[in-house]
């Protein structure tokens, strides 16, 4: 069994929140709160992800760990220190766009939505300068499922999608593609936006269409290129087309030094 429990209740200890209190922040029961500090029953793994990405704690020690007041007091001081680190002089061009050009490979996708707004874990993962782009804000996701590629052609399993950070309230351009990060996980699909909703569309025909609301957004990335592992060789068809184009260059050719001999 997980330390989620004796952990929920040491932070309210030390934040000096009722049970009451705690659940308010997070929407739930009051009474959920004793069950998971009684060990009764265990959040839910959302619930986890917000109790950690608001305190500033990992998922993995408020599950594996039984967190020490002295453990909490450090995660303050981290959280301390991010902010002062927004509200700081500016930073150097080459610091900042260092920070720009991040990285998110498919098995930190997970840490990335728990650490969001965390500007120490996004300076932490790998960098790519990409030409042309290097001064804006750009984000790279790999590409984790298949759904994005119609019959192998597309992108494919462990592209890699970069875009641009989209502003709020964003307003999306149905059909285009965007990287959709949730609470849950972060999705690359074109977009159908409605009302209230967004329709996250697959290129591949085997995959099932997802339905999210507006609001369940936490960041959104207008994807404006990817890099592909996958080179194809040319079809059948392209070959013949080809083979037609080099036919009419030889014969525009062979026309050419006709006109000219009969003059």
Do not use: C
């Not at 939505?113 to 996004?122: A, G």
């Not at 999705?187 to 507006?214: A, G, H, M, T, Y």
């Amino acid at each position: 069994m997980s330390s989620i429990g004796k952990n929920i209740k040491k932070i309210r200890t030390v934040k000096k929140l009722s049970q009451a209190a705690f659940a308010e922040i997070f929407n739930l029961a009051r009474p959920s709160i004793g069950a998971y500090e009684e060990t009764r029953a265990e959040p839910k793994v959302d619930t986890i992800i917000q109790i950690a990405n608001y305190f500033g704690i990992s998922v993995d020690s408020l599950l594996t760990k039984e967190l020490t007041i002295n453990d909490l007091y450090n995660f303050n001081v981290h959280l301390e220190k991010e902010v002062n680190s927004r509200t700081s002089e500016k930073k150097t061009d080459v610091d900042t766009n260092f920070i720009k050009s991040v990285l998110v490979p498919g098995d930190k996708q997970i840490e990335y939505i728990v650490h969001i707004n965390n500007h120490d874990f996004i300076s932490s993962l790998p960098k790519v300068l990409i030409p042309k782009y290097h001064n804006k804000n750009i984000r790279i996701f790999e590409l984790t499922t298949d759904d994005m590629h119609d019959n192998f052609h597309g992108m494919n399993l462990g592209d890699l999608v970069f875009g641009q950070k989209m502003n709020i309230p964003q307003k999306f351009i149905s059909n285009n593609l965007y990287v959709i990060i949730t609470k849950e996980k972060v999705i690359i699909r074109r977009v159908k936006s409605k009302k209230d909703q967004l329709e996250l569309v697959p290129d591949n025909s085997n995959f099932n269409l997802i339905e999210i609301k507006k609001g369940e957004v936490i960041e959104a990335w207008e994807v404006i290129g990817y890099f592909s592992q996958k080179i194809d060789a040319p079809t059948l068809i392209s070959e013949r087309i080809m083979h037609l184009e080099n036919q009419f260059d030889a014969l525009s050719e062979r026309l050419l030094k006709v006109e000219k001999s009969e003059k």
